[in-house]
């Protein structure tokens, strides 16, 4: 079993910066790869980053590469998603989650699930 607890979200402009982190209990960290999606308003949840375990591999989504980051603090069993050039559209509830496979970036891959932070981007 694994508790994630997500923090960061908040209201920002247009342009501006945010970053997510995601705190992990229940399990040892350093063993599972990790993934940040994301539910717009009345849309699917959809990928948006993922990390290994190690933290030497990552994956993006292309809306976010090259704006965001996915990074991982093991000591601290703690994922962030730095998020730069925010736009309108990156307006969602931001979910962490847990995934056995060394690294996913499909929904049903990923096991445990964190209760989301609102990002909501204004234009």
């Known amino acids: 079993q694994v508790q994630l607890v997500e923090s960061g979200g908040g209201l920002v402009q247009a342009g501006g910066s945010l970053r997510l982190s995601c705190a992990a209990s229940?399990?040892?960290?350093?063993?599972?790869?990790m993934g940040w999606f994301r539910q717009p308003p009345g849309k699917e949840r959809e990928f948006v980053a993922a990390?290994?375990?190690?933290?030497?591999?990552?994956i993006y989504a292309g809306s976010v590469k090259g704006r965001f980051t996915i990074s991982r603090d093991n000591a601290k069993n703690t994922v962030y998603l730095q998020m730069n050039s925010l736009k309108p559209e990156d307006t969602a509830v931001y979910y962490c989650?847990?995934?056995?496979?060394?690294?996913?970036?499909?929904?049903?891959?990923?096991?445990?699930w964190g209760q989301g932070t609102q990002v909501t981007v204004s234009s």
């Open positions: 989650a847990v995934t056995s496979w060394a690294i996913a970036t499909a929904l049903d891959d990923y096991d445990y």
């Open positions: 990390i290994s375990k190690s933290g030497s591999s990552t």
């Open positions: 229940g399990r040892t960290f350093s063993t599972y790869a």
